[in-house]
C-alpha cells in the first residue's frame, strides 16, 4: 500500500534562517507530488506541485522554492525564512486527475 | 487556466435541517471533482468524488454532489444535519493542464450545526 511521510511535524527557526521541509511516498511510481500551505479562511493553497523528477511548476511568488530530486521525493526551502512563512505546510500525492489526493501529516513552521 | 470557488466561508444549519455547500469550478478540460471534509485537529478525508461518470454523486455520511456543467458547479447537500457533520469541508478540482495535471483546493467552508 501507498504511504507518504513528511518530516519534522513541527519546526520553530528564526528569521533570515534556511528551512527544509522533506516528503517521500512509498508504494507508487511517477506520481504527482504538490505542497500546500493551510491557513484559516484560504483553505489550501497549492505553492508548488511537479509531475516528475526535476520538474516543478510554482503556483504562487513567494520566498519558497521546492525540489524532486528523486521520483518520490519532494522537497520544500527557503534560503531565508520570513515570519509570513510561518504557517502549516502539507505535502500531498496523487496519481491521476480522478484519483483522491493522499496527504502528509503536515508541518506547523513558526517563524520567529 | 482551473479554479475552484466556494461561495461561503461559514455555514449553519440546525440538526435535522438540509446542508447545501456550494461550489463554481473553471475548468478548460473535462475536470475531476471533489468533497474532501476536515474535521477540528483531523487530516484531510475524502468524501465523494466526479469523474465523468454519473453526475449525481454519492459520498459517505449521506452526502452527495451533483455536477452541473452547463452552471459549472458542484455543490455539496445532505438531507439532514448531524451534530457531527460540524467541520470544514472542501471543493477540490483536478484536470489535465500542459505537461501534466495539478489539484486545486476551494478555500473552504465551515459548517456549524446547532442543537
Known amino acids: 500500500s501507498q504511504t507518504i511521510h513528511q518530516w519534522p511535524a513541527t519546526l520553530v527557526q528564526p528569521v533570515g534562517s534556511p528551512l527544509s521541509l522533506e516528503c517521500t511516498v512509498e508504494g507508487t511510481s511517477n506520481p504527482n507530488l504538490y505542497w500546500y500551505r493551510q491557513a484559516a479562511g484560504r483553505g489550501l493553497q497549492l505553492l508548488f506541485y511537479?509531475?516528475?523528477?526535476?520538474?516543478i511548476s510554482s503556483e504562487v511568488p513567494q520566498n519558497l522554492s521546492a525540489s524532486r530530486p528523486q521520483d518520490r521525493q519532494f522537497i520544500l526551502s527557503s534560503k531565508k525564512l520570513l515570519l509570513s512563512d510561518s504557517g502549516f505546510y502539507l505535502c500531498a500525492w496523487n496519481g491521476q486527475p480522478s484519483t483522491e489526493a493522499f496527504f502528509g501529516q503536515g508541518t506547523r513552521l513558526t517563524v520567529v | 487556466a482551473q479554479s475552484v470557488t466556494q461561495l461561503d466561508s461559514h455555514v449553519s444549519v440546525s440538526e435535522g435541517t438540509p446542508v447545501l455547500l456550494r461550489c463554481n469550478y473553471s475548468s478548460s478540460y473535462s475536470p475531476s471533482l471533489f468533497w474532501y471534509v476536515q474535521h477540528p485537529n483531523k487530516g484531510l478525508q475524502l468524501l465523494l468524488k466526479y469523474t465523468s461518470a454519473a453526475t449525481l454523486v454519492k459520498g459517505i455520511n449521506g452526502f452527495e454532489a451533483e455536477f452541473k456543467k452547463s452552471e459549472t458547479s458542484f455543490h455539496l447537500t445532505k438531507p439532514s444535519a448531524h451534530m457531527s457533520d460540524a467541520a470544514e469541508y472542501f471543493c477540490v478540482v483536478s484536470d489535465e493542464n500542459t505537461g501534466g495535471f495539478k489539484t486545486i483546493f476551494g478555500a473552504g467552508t465551515r459548517l456549524f450545526v446547532k442543537a
Open positions: 511537479s509531475v516528475g523528477i526535476g520538474q
